[in-house]
């Protein structure tokens, strides 16, 4: 049985590959002519100690429900579900942000489920780690471990970013050990690919791999410009297309994971879509970026701060925004409570307001999308049968389901659910498609989620 410090050790062995360095500190720039050549090895040499390798371990348990006969076979004590337990290990990579704390910030995904989490430093200590929160809708961890002469990485100003500005991924792929690759900022603001609940990602051609989940995106200061999630991988391999969270939603989400323990998510109280051409040509105007309202929620945030329906949102704090998407995206990492300005048109003019976001509850639209991502854009509600849907944003996943305003929900697969909690709890331990049964009128009928 290996030991705790052994672990990440036989997570790295496990790739059959020499760990090194991907940069060494000792790198003498080429010359030319007696002059030094262009190199990010200066700027390297700072940074990739405060990248580190992230080693879990836990056990998956899965629940499935036994058929009615294993009842009639066994007697009415029979269990009325088999219980299947699977040991993982995996890998993935962190970022340092706060050196005296010891504070790292990873992706959810990397150490979802585990029960040990080991850090791997680029002066080779592994020391464990401590779980400090998480939340899953944005996909951000936030660990803590107890060390002397750490890095950190200075966060930088992600609002700032602009297509082209070059950037360098930092992480362990595949358990090579620290790894360097560099590219471009290929897109900003990138939302609507069904990978996470709030999505407003950096996209970038800087090769990230499997295992690069959790490292590091940076400018060629040096500084933090995202956190490394995911990739569009056809073949199994990186094909040039790689996402990070912005550092800036890091930021949000990292303040209130310090303060609470928990993300306190902030809710505007709209529904909307994004400003599409043919919106825009009936506004009469020429932007197509922006987030239209379909409706607001009463005595939620917005209607307090005066928006109505018909307005086109544009920016958030100053910052334009591309969708609907992405503006539910940086309110969903903002918290409960904190101020924001936000730009918007109305019969063609200009005007700002500013709304105190409210907190989320088990009747926002927010949660929906956290009890499944095809339930987002859905208003739900308990009631006397079961969970009421009381409304659906046009255009949203909820509405691309098939389901309906006025709904209820009354079962999962095989399952009679009562509340919003039992749907929460019976959806997390299902994987892949679902059945949920629902009340449509005098009818009942079976809706698949996938």
Same mark, same amino acid.
């Given at each position: ?149 750490? =890095?950190?990485?200075?966060?930088? $100003? #992600?609002?700032?970013? +602009?297509? /082209?500005?070059? %950037?360098?991924? @930092? ?121 239209? =309202?379909?409706?607001?929620?009463? $005595? #939620?945030?917005?209607? +307090?701060? /005066?928006?109505? %329906?018909?307005? @086109? ?128 009128? #005098? ?8």
């Amino acid at each position: 049985m290996k030991t705790k410090l052994s672990l990440l050790s036989a997570a790295l062995l496990g790739a059959s590959l020499m760990v090194m360095p991907a940069v060494s500190q000792a790198a003498i720039p080429l010359a030319v002519d007696g002059q030094e050549l262009p190199s990010l090895a200066p700027m390297l040499e700072k940074t990739t100690p405060a990248v580190v390798a992230v080693a879990v371990s836990g056990t998956h348990v899965s629940k499935q429900r036994l058929p009615d006969a294993f009842r009639y076979f066994f007697g009415p004590n029979a269990p009325r579900e088999q219980v299947q337990e699977r040991p993982f290990k995996g890998l993935g990579s962190g970022v340092i942000i706060d050196a005296k704390k010891g504070y790292i910030v990873t992706n959810n995904h990397v150490i979802d489920g585990a029960d040990e989490i080991l850090i791997g430093l680029h002066d080779g200590r592994e020391i464990e780690a401590k779980l400090i929160g998480t939340d899953a809708e944005s996909d951000v961890a936030l660990l803590q471990i107890e060390a002397k002469n750490l =890095v950190a990485l200075k966060r930088a $100003d #992600s609002d700032d970013l +602009k297509v /082209g500005d070059f %950037a360098v991924a @930092i992480g362990n792929p595949f358990g090579l050990g620290q790894t360097v690759t560099s590219g471009i900022v290929s897109a900003m603001g990138r939302s609507g690919l069904g990978i996470e609940m709030l999505e407003n990602f950096i996209q970038t051609d800087a090769a990230i791999n499997s295992g690069n989940s959790g490292g590091a995106l940076v400018n060629l200061n040096g500084e933090l410009i995202g956190i490394n999630t995911a990739i569009v991988a056809p073949g199994g391999g990186n094909v040039g297309i790689g996402f990070a969270i912005p550092a800036n939603m890091v930021n949000n989400l990292v303040d209130q994971l310090i303060e609470h323990g928990e993300v306190r998510r902030g809710v505007l109280g709209v529904s909307g879509r994004d400003l599409d051409s043919e919106l825009a040509q009936g506004f009469g105007l020429d932007s197509q970026h922006g987030g239209f =309202v379909n409706e607001v929620m009463p $005595d #939620s945030a917005a209607d +307090k701060a /005066g928006i109505k %329906a018909g307005d @086109i949102i544009i920016s958030v704090n100053g910052k334009p925004i591309k969708s609907f998407q992405e503006l539910r995206a940086k309110i969903g990492t903002m918290g409960a409570g904190a101020k924001v300005k936000l730009g918007l048109i109305r019969d063609g003019d200009e005007k700002t307001v500013t709304a105190v976001l409210g907190e989320a509850n088990q009747q926002t639209e927010t949660a929906a999308g956290a009890v499944h991502p095809m339930l987002a854009g859905a208003t739900l509600e308990n009631s006397k049968k079961g969970v009421e849907i009381t409304e659906i944003a046009q255009g949203s996943p909820a509405a691309a389901s098939g389901l309906l305003k006025g709904d209820i929900i009354v079962g999962v697969n095989r399952t009679r659910i009562e509340d919003l909690k039992e749907l929460k709890a019976e959806l997390k331990e299902q994987h892949g498609a679902v059945a949920l049964k629902l009340l449509r009128g #005098s009818n009942s009928l079976y809706l698949v989620l996938r």
